[in-house]
C-alpha cells in the first residue's frame, strides 16, 4: 500500500479550506488536468470537461447504466464477466447478452449472429456492452488490436454505447500494449471507468468516468452525492503529480508479477489438471478444474480450509447460457487472486486446493 502521509498533511494544511468543503461536481480541476495527461500517455485525448470525478469505477457503472438505459433494457457483457457488475446492472432492471470470448477477447460474429436473431424474433439488442479489454476479470484475456476495431465498428453500426473498464491496465508484467477502446473511438460512444483502485488502494474510492462533454453534464446532475471527497482527490493528485504513481506501480507490478509465477508453478506442480493462460498482467487466474461439477462446493471447501477463491458460477450473469454437458455456467471453474496474497501464502493455498481436488467429489 501506498504511505500517504506527508500528502494528506498537504492537503490538511495548506488546502484546508478547498478539502474540509465541498469540491466541484466534476471534481478537483487538478486532478481532473492530471487524469487528461494521464490517460494522453495511452492515446486517449480528454478535456477536464469530459472527465467527472466518482467514488470508484463501480460508482462510475452506476451512473453509466442511469444515464444511458431504462429499465428493460438488454447490457451485453462476456461470459463471465466482472462478478460485482452483475448486480449493478440487476439494479437497473436489464436484461443480459452473454457473450462468449476467445483468446482475443469478446465475439463479434456472435454478437453479429444475436442482433440478427433478435431482430427478427422482435426481441431487444443490447444497448449497452460492458467489457474488461485489458487483463480482463476473471479471465486475464487482452483484447487483440483487430477485436478492439472489430469491436467499436459494431458499437457503431448498432448504435450501441461502450462501457470500458479498465482498472488493471497499468498492472501488467509484459506482452505488447494496445489502444483502449476509448483511444478508438470517434463518435463518443465509448464511455471509460478509470480507479484508483488497484493503482493505488480501493479504499480510496475515487475512480473516474470519461464521456463526451455533454454526458459528463449529465452525469453530474445524476451523481446525488454533493461531490466526491475533495481530501481525498487533493492526496491523490499530490502522490500522482510528485510522481509517486509510476514508482509505486513499477514496484506492486514487479512484486505481482513474483506472485503469478508463484502461483503458476506451483499449480503446475500439485495440481497439473488445472487448465488456465497465464495472464500478462492483472490479478487473477481462471482455472478450469476437470471434473469438478460443483465450483460452488469446491470454494466452500477452500473457505474451511481458510483458502479465498471464488467460484466460477459467479462470474455469469445467468444461468440462461450453454455450456458444456448442460452443466451450470462456470461450475468447473474457480478464480484464483495472486495479488495480495504472499508468496508463502499462495505456496500453502494452491497446497491445500490440491488436497480438496484429489478428495473423491
Ligand atoms: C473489472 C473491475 N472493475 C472495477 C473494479 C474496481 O472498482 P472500484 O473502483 O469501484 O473499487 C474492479 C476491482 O475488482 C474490477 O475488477
Avoid at 488493471?168 to 483511444?183: S, V
Avoid at 507490478?253 to 492483472?282: C, N, T, W
Wanted: hydrophobic letters at 40%; proline letters at 7%; one cysteine or more.
Amino acid at each position: 500500500m501506498p504511505d500517504f502521509t506527508a500528502e494528506a498533511a498537504l492537503a490538511l494544511t495548506r488546502y484546508r479550506s478547498e478539502t474540509l468543503q465541498y469540491a466541484p461536481r466534476l471534481g478537483l480541476l487538478d486532478l481532473r488536468e492530471w487524469i487528461c495527461e494521464f490517460l494522453a500517455e495511452e492515446g486517449i485525448k480528454a478535456s477536464p470537461a469530459e472527465i467527472i470525478v466518482v467514488n470508484g469505477a463501480k460508482h462510475g457503472l452506476d451512473l453509466a447504466c442511469k444515464l444511458f438505459l431504462n429499465d428493460g433494457d438488454c447490457v451485453a457483457v462476456t461470459a463471465p464477466t466482472y462478478f460485482t457488475g452483475i448486480p449493478i446492472f440487476r439494479s437497473h432492471g436489464l436484461s443480459f447478452l452473454q457473450v462468449p470470448q476467445d483468446a482475443e477477447g469478446i465475439s463479434i460474429d456472435f454478437l453479429h449472429r444475436e442482433i440478427k436473431l433478435r431482430r427478427r424474433n422482435g426481441q431487444p439488442i443490447p444497448k449497452m456492452i460492458y467489457d474488461i479489454p485489458d487483463f480482463h476479470n476473471p479471465t486475464g484475456i487482452t483484447m487483440s488490436p483487430d477485436r478492439r476495431r472489430q469491436l467499436v465498428a459494431f458499437a457503431n453500426q448498432f448504435d450501441v454505447v461502450i462501457v470500458e473498464d479498465s482498472p488493471y491496465r497499468k498492472i501488467r508484467f509484459g506482452g505488447p500494449t494496445f489502444p483502449p477502446l476509448k483511444a478508438l473511438d470517434d463518435s463518443g460512444r465509448v464511455v471509460y471507468l478509470g480507479t484508483f483502485a488497484k493503482l493505488l488502494a480501493p479504499g480510496l474510492r475515487i475512480g473516474w468516468v470519461v464521456s463526451t462533454a455533454e454526458s459528463v453534464a449529465r452525469i453530474a446532475q445524476l451523481k446525488s452525492d454533493g461531490g466526491s471527497c475533495p481530501l481525498t482527490q487533493r492526496i491523490v493528485f499530490e502522490y500522482c503529480s510528485a510522481g509517486k504513481l509510476s514508482q509505486h506501480l513499477d514496484r506492486v507490478s514487479v512484486e505481482y508479477h513474483k506472485h503469478r509465477d508463484i502461483m503458476v508453478a506451483e499449480l503446475r506442480e500439485k495440481l497439473p489438471q488445472a487448465s488456465f493462460r497465464v495472464p500478462d498482467g492483472g490479478y487473477y487466474l481462471w482455472i478450469g478444474l476437470p471434473g469438478i461439477v460443483d465450483a460452488d462446493r469446491f470454494a466452500e471447501a477452500a473457505t474451511a480450509k481458510g483458502v479465498e477463491i471464488i467460484s466460477g458460477t459467479r462470474f455469469y450473469a445467468d444461468r440462461n447460457i450453454a455450456y458444456p454437458e448442460n452443466r451450470i455456467p462456470g461450475s468447473d471453474h474457480i478464480r484464483l487472486a495472486f495479488s495480495f496474497a504472499s508468496p508463502t501464502q499462495i505456496k500453502d493455498g494452491i497446497g491445500r486446493l490440491a488436497e480438496i481436488f484429489h478428495q473423491p467429489h
